[in-house]
């Protein structure tokens, strides 16, 4: 058997993808049926410069952009991502939105362990729904659940250090 993480001297295995929880805003209650999350990804601009006097082309850091994730979930009655995606297009519209919070909120992602205590957590500030799927291609002939998406443009995300996994 191997070595356990330094961490945890307890865990053998590296986490699985399969349990976690999204929550919008300041709610405490989770969103309903999600089923997918795409990846936190950032990347930065290189920016190559000289110096007088000197042969070798420096790189500097230049800006962080922050890709879009993408949500999904099972239709369901719960009206969250709907919700969501009308303010945006409310303001689309030229029409005023009563409170800008409709529009940006912030998001946690947790991620779980296989007994369901929370793990990791990342905080996503300032998202907007950028694309809404209210519905899948509908085909009579396939076995399929009817999947509901959005995609969220936001300004950055960390990692919330206060979460760590239980030891035994």
Known sequence: MGRPFSVNIYRYDPYKTFQFLIYFGTSTTPVAAMSKVTSL?????????????????????????????????????????????????????????????????????????????????????????SEYQALPDLDAGANAIAIEHIKLEHEGWERDRSVTEPTQ
């Open 41 to 129: 990804k950032r990347s930065s601009d290189m920016i190559e410069y000289k110096e007088a006097g000197n042969m070798i082309i420096r790189k500097g850091l230049g800006r962080t952009k922050y890709e879009p994730i993408t949500l999904e979930r099972g239709l369901t009655h719960d009206s969250d991502f709907e919700d969501w995606a009308n303010a945006a297009q409310v303001l689309d519209t030229g029409a005023a939105i009563q409170n800008l919070k409709d529009l940006r909120k912030d998001i946690a992602i947790v991620l779980l362990n296989e007994q369901g205590q929370p793990v990791y957590r990342y905080k996503l500030y300032r998202c907007w729904v």
